[in-house]
């Protein structure tokens, strides 16, 4: 088991799974001595309340730990930050930072993904397919809180699919004419695929290896449910954005039955 790096994983009669990745915020103490940035520094890049977004009615992987202290969206040699060009041009570490607590953190990275891989496995054997709901959020006031955000270039929803087998091209195209037809917080949403983020090494790895049974969908959200400098949520439009996934989790089940595989 990972030594020092906490998740959470909560099983349901599903084939369906919800993860959220960088939601965690902890530092193990034993690696604190060694860390440059302080609290609100590492929360400005994190992902808070994707897990309260994750909560639907199905398995769940909640990372407790910080991306500032593991990512289990880079691959090893990047999970942890060691240089600035890895961390948004932050200095997450002291120079003096042990090598041995960089063995340990590098052994969670491979002991997580093979636990992940058994439980996606446990659901392929148990369902035939699985699907994860990859839940991200993305900064869109980089310049400053009262910057405006532009439409053009920031979608609400960013769906990465660049790693999906295309066996699952028309399921995606019916999620998206789905979701484009529901409105999120009163509005239209603006859903798109691929042009603020693709999908980290997470959903490529999984896709890769399991990509003939399900997938992993990375999804990002515009922090719009939060003051992203200030870290205050809005709890409304949390539970907005948890109801649109509860109703993905509806598409899906149709989708399936559909097709004679449940």
Known sequence: MPLLTKYEIKLADSPFWTFAIHDGHD????????????????????????????????????????????????????????????AWGLNVWKEDFPLELISELRND???IFEIIESKIQDTIAQFGYFIILDIHSYNAKREG?????????????????????????????????????????????????????????????????????????????????MDEWTGDPDYHKIMACKQLLLKTLTVFNQYFHQDGKE
């Not at 660049?162 to 999120?184: G, T, V």
Request: net charge negative; charged share 30%; hydrophobic share 35%.
């Open 27 to 86: 530092i193990d103490e034993k690696l604190l001595p060694y860390q440059l940035l302080n609290e609100e520094e590492r929360l400005r890049e994190e992902d808070p309340f994707t897990a309260l977004i994750a909560e639907l009615p199905c398995n769940r992987f909640i990372m407790e730990s910080s991306r500032f202290q593991l990512d289990i969206n880079r691959t090893l040699e990047d999970a942890i930050y060691l240089k600035p060009e890895q």
């Open 109 to 111: 990275h491979r002991e």
């Open 145 to 225: 809180p009262d910057q405006e955000i532009n439409m053009d270039t920031d979608p609400e929803i960013n769906f990465g699919t660049i790693h999906l087998n295309q066996k699952w091209r028309p399921l995606m195209d019916e999620l998206i004419n789905f979701i484009s037809a529901e409105e999120l917080n009163g509005q239209a949403i603006d859903v798109r695929e691929n042009v603020k983020f693709k999908g980290g090494y997470f959903a490529q790895t999984m896709n890769q290896l399991y990509g003939d049974y399900g997938f992993v969908l990375a999804i990002e959200f515009r922090k719009d449910f």
